[in-house]
């Protein structure tokens, strides 16, 4: 297993559109986590999955937001309508439920919004 | 909830000094903690890790003891490196319910040769 992969690294957009991307976790890992960081900030909590169910949502995560799980294994974050403030760093990772085990990070998906 | 609290940085070291990191935490439950970096222009990684009070977690010379009687976790490492160069989290482990490694700003550390 090469880890979490997360596709692309790096997407410019222009203001207003949509952009997609895809989070592959370690294959046994139940539990995949969204996060977003900017400069000079630790990652933000967004989101997680457990399987295929999403369990939890940070405030941060607005309307236009929105990920999936669908069978258990990648996920997608979608942002809608995307804005200057979107631009940051997209962080995916994926962990074992139930253990004390840390989170497996991707590398993440740059996005600038211009 | 779990907290943590790290000393703000940047540090700034030359080469070959001694680094402390200071994380200190509150948990409600026991926690496990971790050390997390993040090297430049890179993805976050695991350094080291501690699952109970006085275990030690060693990784590429960096060292941190798990001391529950001061709820610290602090990061040490005798003689850093211009490589070392990064920024650092302290992140608790609490087991059961709907966990979610939470992050603060980290520490970042310069080192200058």
């Known amino acids: 297993d090469t880890g979490v992969s997360q596709n692309p690294r790096h997407k410019i957009t222009k203001r207003g559109q949509n952009v997609t991307f895809r989070c592959d976790p370690i294959?046994?890992?139940?539990?995949l986590y969204w996060y977003r960081q900017t400069l000079g900030q630790g990652p933000e909590f967004l989101t997680y999955?457990?399987?295929?169910?999403?369990?939890?949502k940070s405030r941060l995560l607005s309307d236009r937001f929105s990920a999936e799980r669908p069978k258990g294994s990648f996920s997608t974050l979608e942002i809608q309508r995307t804005e200057q403030g979107d631009s940051a760093m997209y962080l995916c990772a994926s962990s074992i439920q139930g253990a004390p085990t840390e989170a497996f990070f991707g590398q993440g998906t740059r996005l600038t919004v211009v | 909830g779990d907290s943590v609290t790290q000393m703000e940085g940047p540090v700034t070291l030359s080469e070959e000094a001694f680094l402390t990191i200071n994380c200190t935490y509150t948990?409600?439950?026991?926690?496990?903690l971790f050390w997390y970096v993040q090297y430049p222009g890179e993805g976050l990684q695991l350094l080291l890790k501690a699952t109970k009070a006085d275990d030690k977690g060693s990784n590429k010379g960096f060292e941190a003891t798990y001391r529950k009687e001061t709820t610290s976790f602090h990061l040490e490492k005798g003689s850093v490196q211009v490589s070392d160069s990064a920024v650092y989290f302290c992140?608790?482990?609490?087991?059961?319910?709907?966990?979610?490694?939470?992050f603060g700003r980290g520490t970042s550390l310069i080192v200058h040769p």
């Open positions: 999955f457990q399987n295929e169910a999403q369990l939890e």
């Open positions: 948990a409600t439950g026991y926690p496990s």
């Open positions: 992140v608790p482990y609490t087991a059961g319910g709907s966990y979610i490694p939470t």
């Open positions: 294959s046994e890992h139940n539990r």
